[in-house]
């Protein structure tokens, strides 16, 4: 992923009670609240429910309004407070997602696969990935070896697309790497997955791994392409009817070059093509808190909560909707929709969805190596993408 403007942001912790209540409730059903007494008798908890409701009403008894203001606001506060917990409550009985680790559930994904495909990519010997650099030919050849291995098709006469950009007044080469998988029969209906391969390179003698940003996309692609193959081999008849182009794109770290100058590329060489789906996977193995997956790109979608129950009905991975707002002095501020390759797509009205991870502590820095990354993690994500990639064309309609 990118580099984005960092801003200083200020943000105030949560009440301790919504802390709380989000806890305990998050995989509750609630039957209703009594705002006018602040009643939880109504709440469906079990045997949480003598627990719950002592701890409210002793936050509900510490609750101090000042004493000039306590007459002519009294009603006002009980009410306001009543509505808040209200809210709090409904929001987070709307949610049954747990968010932990312990509930993966993995069904198809090899994690030693992925880690094996981490590993390599984020090892010395491909010295950080840069753009036109050593270490991104090799890149480059390990990922075109592994398309061919798997019996993909090259997108033209060989699985290396080069591509030009100007930066800087100066005019820049790079290679993206594309493979295809056609459909039984012929036909315009396309579906994209991308992974960018480069990174940051060497800064003197230090090598940015770039294990999670973005060796991991690359993994989850590599497998999800690995497992259509098989399907397509066994059970065909199971899967869209559709044509499939799996990209590790380049110079996504300078400007998202590689995927501008792919999207350009389609326009071109298939002008008649119907564009049903671009996911897009950056940096998919590092979870924070919630121990969670976010993906952006939902609103796309006028049936996306039809399906969204499907991408992790199998394996229960925690998928969250927006990224989490930054709180603290030096968390960056980053804007999304121009944080990775789904934005060129999304400028050219090409439907997509964003696999990603908040940034971390290891984000462009040295540290982000293999050891860091969840790998367990990183084959639920995987599972998911692969999910949206064979939906009913019927959900991705708008």
Known sequence: MRDRTQLPVTRRMLPTLYQSLCLILSRRNLSGINLSGISLSSINLGPLTLFLHTRLSQRIANFKIPRPIKHQSQRFGIFALACFMALTLSGCANSLETCARTELKLTWAEPAELQATVTILSSDEFEGRKTQTLGAAKSRDYI???FQELGL??????FIVPFEYQTFFTQETGANVVATAMATEPTNRWRIIVAHYDHLGMSGSKIYHGADDNASGVAAMLAIAKHWQQQFALQPNTLPKVNLMFVATDAEEPGLYGSIALVEQLKTRLPEATFELMINLDMVSHPGRPYGIYLEGSRNFTQFNQFKSLLNQ???????LTHPKPVGRS???TDWLRASDHYPFHKANIPWLYFGVPTHPQYHTPEDTVATIDITFLAAVTESAFELLQLNAEYLKN
């Open 331 to 333: 968390i960056q501020s």
């Open 144 to 146: 075109k070896q592994q």
């Open 314 to 320: 199998q394996n229960r991975l925690c998928i969250k």
């Open 153 to 158: 098709q090259p997108w033209g006469a060989d």
